[in-house]
């Protein structure tokens, strides 16, 4: 059986009719949320591909703890930015949202999950680095961020990466971001989600929370005039979709399927409805080919 790869063209104007037809509600925020459309498709037997859409179900990871990204919703299942490209890529499998299954994933067991088909594939502010790729394959990147600062909104006395070195500053096991604060020498106290940095920041235990940029802005917003994000990011932190290992298919039909929501609008309509109610809109980088 050849495999039918799905042309960008004809993705396009699928998500482009969706956009000009769908009727959708809003969030609280105003900001679209339409279902992606639920295309008819083929598959190669024998690929990841087929095989979701033959189950017509697909489990993916992500946080629930992120605000604008990932966010456990008064729904029952989570909102933001990764939510929504995770709807896209099951829509172009035929897979409609209410049969996806959400898993939540933190920072320290992304890669497990992966490596032991605990979820099929995983978007969860998700910075593709070439150790995480010696154990699962990434498709995208589909944004790129920065690592940032987030202090209490009375704090003057950090304003870059540089006030970190010897402070304790909180971030989460697992993370680039850690890993990039012990690298710069600051002292960093760890914790299993970037929620549970912020009582330590209110009681001083911690000078600041670091990581992407996205992230911190989002905690901002949820906790308001409590805490602000101070000075330029101090990293590249591209996000990826984490996969098994090798599965080039895959990767490869899911960097169409991320191409294509560029041009057609779809990709910056998940945005705005999301993350775009508090950032500007950043054009997306180029999937990696490799």
């Known amino acids: 059986m050849k495999r039918t790869r799905i042309p960008l063209i004809a993705l396009a104007a699928v998500s482009a009719l969706a956009l000009s037809a769908c009727a959708g509600g809003t969030d609280d925020a105003g900001g679209d949320t339409s279902a992606p459309p ?3 498709v083929t598959f190669e037997e024998g690929t990841t591909m087929a095989e979701l859409a ?21 729904s029952g299942t989570p909102e933001g930015f990764d939510v929504e490209i995770g709807k896209i890529i099951a829509a172009q499998l035929g897979i409609s949202e209410d049969n996806i299954e959400w898993v939540e994933t933190v920072s320290a067991n992304r890669e497990p999950f992966i490596e032991n088909g605990q979820v099929d594939i995983v978007i969860a502010t ?3 680095n070439d150790t995480r790729k010696e154990v699962v394959s990434f498709a995208g990147p589909y944004y790129m ?7 209490l909104a009375d704090n003057e006395d950090i304003q870059s990466e540089e006030d970190l070195v010897g402070q304790p500053v909180c971030s ?16 960093p106290v760890l914790t299993d989600t970037y929620s549970n940095c912020l009582e330590p920041l209110r009681t001083g235990a911690v000078v600041a929370v670091s990581t992407d940029n996205v992230i911190l802005a989002g905690l901002a917003a949820q906790n308001e005039g409590e805490f602000k994000v101070v000075g330029e990011p101090f990293t590249d932190e591209p996000y990826g979709i984490g996969l098994a290992l090798d599965d080039t298919d895959f990767r490869m039909w899911i960097n169409d399927v991320l191409e294509a929501s560029y041009e057609d609008g779809t990709y910056e309509a998940a945005w705005n409805s999301t993350a775009g109610t508090i950032l500007p809109f950043v054009d997306p980088p180029a999937p990696d080919r490799y």
């Open 126 to 128: 998700y910075t593709i």
């Open 145 to 151: 961020a920065g690592q940032s600062i987030l202090v």
């Open 38 to 40: 639920v295309e008819e």
């Open 172 to 187: 989460v096991t697992g993370s680039t971001p850690a890993e990039n604060l012990a690298e710069l020498g600051a002292e």
């Open 54 to 74: 033959d189950a017509g179900t697909i489990t993916i990871g992500t946080k629930f703890d992120q605000p604008l990204f990932g966010l456990m919703g008064p």
